[in-house]
């Protein structure tokens, strides 16, 4: 992964503590990347789930509600209604 070098100001508690957690062998800066990696990647799921409930809203808008199919699942499984 190419690394681009920027400064920061944090907070000085929040900068005190981050360095009280991190791990002997681990650099500041990988914390900081760790974290900001999985903010992100947390953020971006965030996003797909509202995305998600914007498009079943979508359709529920359009369609209706769905009727209950596990009756008919049920049906298929056991063979009820098969021709053959």
Known sequence: MQR????I?????????AKSLKVDE?????L????LDHEVRRRQAIEA???IQDRRQSILE?????PESTGLIRELRSGEGRHG
């Open 4 to 7: 681009e070098s920027i400064t």
């Open 26 to 30: 681990e650099s500041f800066n990988d």
């Open 49 to 51: 789930h509202h995305r």
């Open 9 to 17: 100001r944090f907070p000085s508690a929040l900068l005190t503590q």
């Open 32 to 35: 900081v990347v760790e974290a």
């Open 62 to 66: 359009r369609t209706g509600v769905q």
